[in-house]
């Protein structure tokens, strides 16, 4: 039974699984100097239409705190959303990963950041006492399940540039937000001034694959030393890079996300009819977040559904996520859990 | 002439040079195992009316960033008021000191914390994704010049401890805020819950000395380690620890604080008294923030007397402190040069 | 063709890959609260014949580098013999993980530590001035490629224990280890002193998957959080632990170990039995270290094999390594390469 | 009573305490933006006749590994002696300071590194798995009071920038190198090749003030923020900076090293008259270090004197310190203890 909890509690698709077990084959050399690894690169420049440097993790918390370091001293500051991933979920990652940097949490409403507060925010350079302004790091889709327009990144990007900083992408769900929005991989980052992606694919049907990917090689000069360091150069580095070869390749990465997409609006709109439900923000990629009244949470847990209990953040509503193998039926069953007479 | 831009631009008082100066006599053992750092912790026992453990250090932020990381593992967090010295004009010491510990900034009206708001930040508790609640840090007297009444203090202490937070005072201002509020350093603290006190002395009469201040001797296990390890072990300690000793002798600090504290309500009530020109925050200790009309800033200005640019937070009014060598005639021509018709 | 790089190079075993794929079933929990995650523990602690506490990563300096943080703090020293992987291999990761512990290289006669040595290196506990003695660590198999018998790691044990130091085992290789010398787990391990054991799969038959297993789970305290902080918390950790499942079921991980030491012991007696190369140690698991003559590695290259050329350490001899895979005909072209007349 | 233990047991010079009376008078701007502060650039450029960049600090610990974590990235290795202060007496500050650089120690008679031997030791640049190669740090006078003569140093330096590597100088004890060798500020540092030196001045007749000087400014660009957010950029340095104008100026520091370098000729020459006992080292600068028979360390306890115990080197000979204070007279006295009748 599908509880919608994460879209990190899928299976892994076919394709990526095929490619696991062909990568399979014989002796490989390891640490990413292997034919799969090799070839990444080419594949990722040739969908981000721009050469680009990739680096291949097996988690999220990772290629978002290994980018991170890349871009700030250990004396500097991340500027990032209140609720961001890496503010709220990382248990401390990113200052680790970066020797101590100082992430600095700015509010926005629909967990996103305006450029105006950013503006405000960056302050100090120069300043021996003040923490050196670094890097903007933003998410895409977002903590709110929101999407950034390609507009209001290329805005924040250009606030951080003005002000000589770099820009990250947590693309934890980046296929999500690439599908909602509908523009091209190159649209929603390089041209609209994102220096670093974390592109994630575990979410949206690989087993553990995730890419760092520069558009800025010089950027990168430390990485693969931090990498290493960190225990995250994996010795048989083909099975990642078999993973993200296959996840990109085919459309297959842009076909799960619009599945997750579509059934989250289709969820979505089955939420909305249910009189005394609302949904708390727009639905834009494959998270939903919703105000429950009691019964409501009463009739999901009774059903089997698992109602988030916010242990992090008071105010959050309860989040539903849809994923990759989301069935239509899967949500008609939910919903109809919901609208269930004589709960 | 007084520029009233902070008080450590002031020199040493002249009991704390004739400490050292008497400390200047022969051979003494290396690394505070001389008489002088021997006798210190008697001394501040005695100040405190409980046993402790005492640390000198010669800066205030090693005594903050030394503090914190006793109290807090590397994926712990801090709570602190956003406007904190800790949280803004230290360039990342407790992330360093920590090994990348987070900085949870509060909101709150006076540059105090409340303990609902606190109560509200603190979460995440056993959440593996979520880094650790640790400690909370406040300061006396802080950063808008306020202090925390020693029921706020203890209410607030008793929020960290019903969580299984431990507790810690930034003491840089610790003499003004006692004198400010009339109570013993034992009430200021240990009674209130204050676990840990960073207890300065550079900024009242030191030419640089500060104490970190344990009331619970089991939380200091690791302290001579990092202290060394930091490099604040200072080979010919008995200079800072005969500082300290003069300082909190014969009510050295209590007198320069006093005599701050007063000059800071002489100018204050100057201040007042002008038209257009009104005290942002009340004043309890020797930090005064004014709101400046323009006029006034020029007339400052060409008077020679320099108002901060609030570089790192444009909300902040222009601040003006007093210290234990400030003068009424230095009060009078800062007002009078104000007051002056003409400008 | 298999060269005899390393044992990293190989594919999985089919044991280990069906379990993935029986794991690619609907949906799961994610961050090791499934099904297969949970099992894990049970299953090493029947292998072990004690209850232990297991942590799963997938890469083997991860493993050692987690397992060292929770054994020694910042100020922490870690003694290990000079040619030790988490000192010559792993890029500070040990440093990293620790917050910044100091590794004391310890040389000795193939690859391994001599207790009077070690007792020799251990000093400065208390002295503020000096790292803290806080734990040792061994390889088995060793970086020689030669046992520790079980007497030896006790004695070294003692050695560490009657310092109040605890006691590691870096056991990437561990399978090859217990079936050299032909003990159980827990002979090799807890009952000769081992307080932490970092358990290899990714070298013999896993495609990536280790374990950190406790055998004194209060040293565990911390691990949780500096796990997830050092990004390797997989999502979908359930494909981890599946490997590691697999792995230690059914004797696949002895069967593996057993069919490369078999493997090595056929290709040292080739290589032994050829005029002018000699074996620099004792082969003892599956790691073969060669002194070869310059015609040696001139007939070998020629044949497409690969011989080290000893970047990291001018004296080591030439490695060759057999795998969970490797077959008799492979060693006897490699053998036949080396023989062949007329090179 | 001189016991002869460490020069870090001495009292202030006259000439340092003066400097500190003198500036503590009226107020001066904080942080280093003092006038000493800033006068003391011109003041060390003029005696090192090279246009230097010059931060003020507190203490050795702090000078040694605050230059070192400018020169070292957190992935990189710090080659130097064995028995080198950075790498026994410093509690891992390096490793702290340096986000978990690795030191690769190096043996060498009379504490002194060899060409060869460090040149051999530099190994790994560029390969992923080993810690990056990134400095070299010698100490003059080095542990074992010997001094490198000026082609030594030279000879070093080469070996180090060959191969990409900046050359760090632990001066301690420069001013007595200097003295010992009898030649320039200029030819002991960049003109034979060192980048970056740690001047001492607490162990010379300082109080506390140690000055990192940088030959090539372009190092020193994170310098700045690192002092600070390790807690040693003091609010009051003019008191700092007025300790090393004073010792920089009129001689003071070679006429202190004088006394101390010829007092320990003077206690070296009654030594080695004495039958039984014997110098360990060449005396050059101002440690001795001496093979004392049982006989001898019980006249000397008797008579009050204290002779190290070796806790952290079983093999280290006795060491005993002269400083800028000793008298001939106390040199008399110790030697008439040891050499009395009837002890």
Chains 1, 2, 3, 4 share one sequence.
């Not at 991170?68 to 680790?96: M, R, W």
């Not at 931090?226 to 010795?235: P, V």
């Not at 390749?249 to 439900?277: H, K, P, T, Y």
Request: charge should be negative; proline fraction near 4%; aromatic fraction near 8%.
């Amino acid at each position: 039974m599908t509880r919608f909890l994460s879209d990190n509690v899928t299976s892994a698709c076919p394709e990526v699984m095929k490619a696991i077990f062909e990568a399979n084959s014989g002796d490989a050399n390891s640490y990413g100097d292997d034919d799969w690894s090799q070839r990444l690169g080419g594949r990722v420049s040739e969908v981000f239409e721009k050469e680009v440097l990739v680096f291949p993790v097996a988690s999220g918390t990772a290629s978002n705190a290994l980018a991170l370091a890349c871009l700030t001293p250990t004396y500097g500051k991340v500027f990032c959303h209140q609720l961001s991933h890496i503010n709220t979920d990382e248990c401390n990652a990113p200052e680790f990963f970066s020797g101590g940097a100082k992430l600095v949490p700015i509010e926005g409403a629909l967990g996103k950041i305006r450029p105006d507060d950013l503006a405000q925010a960056i302050r100090g350079a120069g300043n021996v006492h003040a923490a050196q302004p670094a890097c903007v790091s933003i998410a895409q889709s977002c903590e709110a399940g929101t999407l950034y327009q390609v507009g209001e990144i290329a805005a924040l990007a250009e606030v951080a540039k003005a002000q000589g900083l770099s820009f990250h992408m947590d693309g934890a769900r980046f296929a999500n937000g690439l599908v909602g929005l509908g523009v091209s991989p190159a649209e929603m980052t390089w041209r609209a001034g994102v220096d670093v992606l974390s592109l994630g694919g575990t979410k949206n049907g690989c087993l553990a694959a995730e890419a760092i990917v520069f558009f800025r090689p010089e950027l990168a000069e430390a990485m693969p030393f931090l990498r290493k360091r960190a225990g995250h150069l994996l010795s048989k580095m083909r099975f990642i890079s078999a993973q993200l070869e296959a996840y990109l390749s085919d459309d297959v990465w842009l076909r799960n996300a619009r599945q997750a997409n579509d059934m989250a609006a289709r969820l979505s709109q089955g939420l909305a009819a249910i009189e005394g439900v609302s949904l708390a923000y727009p639905i834009q990629a494959n998270e939903i977040f919703v105000e429950l009244p009691d019964w409501a949470v009463s009739r999901l847990e009774k059903a089997g559904y698992e109602v988030n209990d916010q242990e992090l953040d008071e105010q959050a509503p309860p989040r539903f996520v849809t994923a990759w193998n989301t069935q239509e039926d899967q949500i008609d069953s939910f919903i109809a859990a919901l609208s269930a007479d004589g709960a």
